[in-house]
T-cell receptor, first 116, second 114 residues
Framework: GAGVSQSPSNKVTEKGKDVELRCDPI?????LYWYRQSLGQGLEFLIY??????PDKSGLPSDRFSAERTGGSVSTLTIQRTQQEDSAVYLC???WGQGNPKETQYFGPGTRLLVL | GNSVTQMEGPVTLSEEAFLTINCTYTATGYPSLFWYVQYPGEGLQLLLK?????DKGSNKGFEATYRKETTSFHLEKGSVQVSDSAVYFC?????????????FGGGTRVLVKP
C-alpha cells in the first residue's frame, strides 16, 4: 500500500513569507508526527497528533510554527514569517497509534525547505 | 530528559569490512530502541528495533543488542557492501506518559568504498 507522502518535495521561499507543508499519513494510522532535520540540530521532534486528543506541541520551536490535522488524516504544518534558520528538511511520520512504544513510525520522504 | 548519543562520522570503510556504530542513551524509564537508516536521496526507514533488555534486533545483516546495564544499542554488521552507504540514526521511544516522540541521535554517515 501507499506510504506516507509529503508535498511539496522542495520549497524555496523568501524570508518573511508564510509556508504550508502537507503530510498524507498511511491510511488507518491514527498517530501523526512532524520532525525537523537540520544541519545544526539533527533530527528533532516538533508535534504529535493522536486521534482526537489535543496535540503534543512541546517540540515547536516558536509560535510561528503551527500544525493542524483535519479529519484525523491529512496534516498541514504552517510556518509564518519564515526565517533563514527555518531552512531544514521537514519529515512527517505516522503509526497505528496504539500508544505502544514498540510500534514503528513510518516516515515520509520529507519536504526540503530553503528560506532565502 | 531523554537523549541519544552516537559516534560522529563520517565512517569510511572498504567493502566486506566490519562495521560498528556506537550508540548510548539516557532515559528515565524503559524505552524501546531503534536504528533508522537514510539512504542517499531517500526518506528514513526503520532498520531494526529492540523493545526490552537483552533483545537483539536484526535486519539485512545488521544487528544490535539492547544492553540495559551499559545503556547501549550498538549497531554491527560483519561484512558491509557499497549499498550500505547511508546515514544511520539511533533513536529511543518511551511510554506514552513521557511522550510518543522518537528521540534521535545525531546520525552517523557511513561510506563504503569498493
Amino acid at each position: 500500500g501507499a506510504g506516507v507522502s509529503q508535498s511539496p518535495s522542495n520549497k524555496v521561499t523568501e524570508k518573511g513569507k508564510d509556508v504550508e507543508l502537507r503530510c498524507d499519513p498511511i491510511s488507518g494510522h491514527t498517530a501523526l508526527y512532524w520532525y525537523r532535520q537540520s544541519l545544526g540540530q539533527g533530527l528533532e521532534f516538533l508535534i504529535y497528533f493522536q486521534g482526537n486528543s489535543a496535540p503534543d506541541k512541546s517540540g515547536l520551536p516558536s509560535d510561528r510554527f503551527s500544525a493542524e490535522r483535519t479529519g484525523g488524516s491529512v496534516s498541514t504544518l504552517t510556518i509564518q514569517r519564515t526565517q533563514q534558520e527555518d531552512s531544514a528538511v521537514y519529515l512527517c511520520a505516522s503509526s497505528w497509534g496504539q500508544g505502544n512504544p514498540k510500534e514503528t513510525q513510518y516516515f515520509g520522504p520529507g519536504t526540503r525547505l530553503l528560506v532565502l | 530528559g531523554n537523549s541519544v548519543t552516537q559516534m560522529e562520522g563520517p565512517v569510511t570503510l572498504s567493502e566486506e569490512a566490519f562495521l560498528t556504530i556506537n550508540c548510548t542513551y539516557t532515559a528515565t524509564g524503559y524505552p524501546s530502541l531503534f536504528w533508522y537508516v537514510q539512504y542517499p536521496g531517500e526518506g528514513l526507514q526503520l532498520l531494526l528495533k529492540a523493545t526490552k533488555a537483552d533483545d537483539k534486533g536484526s535486519n539485512k545483516g545488521f544487528e544490535a543488542t539492547y544492553r540495559k546495564e551499559t545503556t547501549s544499542f550498538h549497531l554491527e554488521k560483519g561484512s558491509v557492501q557499497v549499498s550500505d552507504s547511508a546515514v544511520y540514526f539511533c533513536a529511543l521511544r518511551e511510554l506514552k506518559a513521557a511522550g510518543n516522540k522518537l528521540t534521535f541521535g545525531g546520525g552517523t554517515r557511513v561510506l563504503v568504498k569498493p
